[in-house]
Nanobody
Framework: QVQLVESGGGSVQAGGSLRLSCAASGRTASSYAMGWFRQAPGKEREVVAGVSWNEASTYYADSVKGRFTISRDNAKNTVYLQMNSLKPEDTAVYSC???????????????????WGQGTQVTVSS
């Protein structure tokens, strides 16, 4: 079992930055690939970014490439999402997820993730 708790959400003006954290607990948490997802009101959940268990590979949605950076610190069992140059369309509930993922394309598939956090709200005003 892996438990995930997100933090770092909040309200920011367009162009600003936020850093989200996802603290994982569980004996094998560091062996899981991790992903960040978001869901805006009335929209489907979409992938934002993913990182392999050893941080050797990272993946990003086209909409956030060059603005968001995913990283992890396995010693702290924590995954981060640094979000810069935020836009109003980035407004959503952001959730982290963990899964045993070994193929790049699977990082974009919500069904490949086994554990999910509760989410944290990010609001970007214009």
């Amino acid at each position: 079992q892996v438990q995930l708790v997100e933090s770092g959400g909040g309200s920011v003006q367009a162009g600003g930055s936020l850093r989200l954290s996802c603290a994982a607990s569980g004996r094998t948490a560091s062996s899981y690939a991790m992903g960040w997802f978001r869901q805006a009101p009335g929209k489907e959940r979409e992938v934002v970014a993913g990182v392999s268990w050893n941080e050797a590979s990272t993946y990003y949605a086209d909409s956030v490439k060059g603005r968001f950076t995913i990283s992890r610190d396995n010693a702290k069992n924590t995954v981060y999402l640094q979000m810069n140059s935020l836009k109003p369309e980035d407004t959503a509930v952001y959730s982290c997820a963990a899964g045993k993922i070994y193929f790049g394309s699977h990082y974009y598939n919500t069904n490949k993730y086994d554990y999910w956090g509760q989410g944290t709200q990010v609001t970007v005003s214009s």
